[in-house]
Nanobody, 119 residues
Framework: VQLQASGGGLVQAGGSLRLSCAASGSGFVIHGMAWYRQAPGKQRDVVATITGGGRTTYADSVKGRFTISRDVAKNTVYLQMDSLKPEDTAVYLC??????????????WGQGTQVTVSS
């Protein structure tokens, strides 16, 4: 399974961005997807998660501003980010938990996409 993330960029505070992460390959079933972020010199933190059944969770810092969603048919997870703040600046990474025909339960990370919010 491979992931391709896109949608990052530079935006002013108060603006919006939409991240996408598409999983490709064969012989797998996704049972969870998530977005993480990592700012320079800081640890990687979870931003939002969505289960195979569509249940979502959010970090307190993004509740009410970010929305995670998925397109099951496209094996794609999205992160709609509104009311962005400078402290949201980070590299955003997607993570997919899946069951592979060969690998069993496994996890794959995307390459990361930079989000920069200017004040």
């Amino acid at each position: 399974v491979q992931l391709q993330a896109s949608g990052g960029g530079l935006v002013q505070a108060g603006g919006s961005l939409r991240l996408s992460c598409a999983a490709s390959g064969s012989g797998f079933v996704i049972h969870g997807m998530a977005w993480y972020r990592q700012a320079p010199g800081k640890q990687r933190d979870v931003v939002a998660t969505i289960t195979g059944g569509g249940r979502t969770t959010y970090a307190d810092s993004v509740k009410g501003r970010f929305t995670i969603s998925r397109d099951v048919a496209k094996n794609t997870v999205y992160l709609q980010m509104d009311s962005l703040k400078p402290e949201d600046t980070a590299v955003y990474l997607c993570k997919v938990d899946f069951i592979g025909v060969r690998s069993g339960y496994d996890t794959v990370w995307g390459q990361g996409t930079q989000v920069t919010v200017s004040s």
